[in-house]
């Protein structure tokens, strides 16, 4: 079993940055990928960053240039720096982690999120 807690969440002006982290119970780099997502009571859970266990990333459109997703070692976490966060970026943030197990079974694991919230 694999417990992931989001932190860092908070409410920011357009503009500014937050910083959520991602603590994980499993090895951070012993997953074959983790990422952000975002749900909104209007959009479905959505993909916002993942990272792959050899370290390739992917973002959303809505977030590249803005959203760096990464691994902290030190920690054992998985981290989203957001930088110049826009209202549409208001969501309730998942971490997720996903584990490969006999076969082509995959295994995903999922936080309880935290709110980030943009606005004036």
């Known amino acids: 079993q694999v417990f992931l807690q989001e932190s860092g969440g908070g409410s920011v002006q357009p503009g500014g940055s937050l910083r959520l982290s991602c603590a994980s119970s499993?090895?951070?780099?012993?997953?074959?990928?983790m990422g952000w997502y975002r749900q909104t009571p209007e959009k479905p859970r959505e993909m916002v960053a993942s990272?792959?266990?050899?370290?390739?990333?992917d973002y959303a459109d809505s977030v590249k240039g803005r959203f760096t997703i990464s691994r902290d070692a030190a920690k054992n976490t998985l981290d989203l720096q957001m930088n110049s966060l826009k209202p549409e970026d208001t969501a309730v943030y998942y971490c997720?982690?996903?584990?490969?197990?006999?076969?082509?079974?995959?295994?995903?694991?999922w936080g309880q999120g935290a709110q980030v919230r943009v606005s004036s």
């Open positions: 997720r982690a996903e584990r490969h197990g006999k076969g082509w079974n995959r295994n995903f694991y």
């Open positions: 499993g090895g951070i780099f012993s997953f074959a990928s």
């Open positions: 990272i792959t266990s050899g370290g390739l990333t």
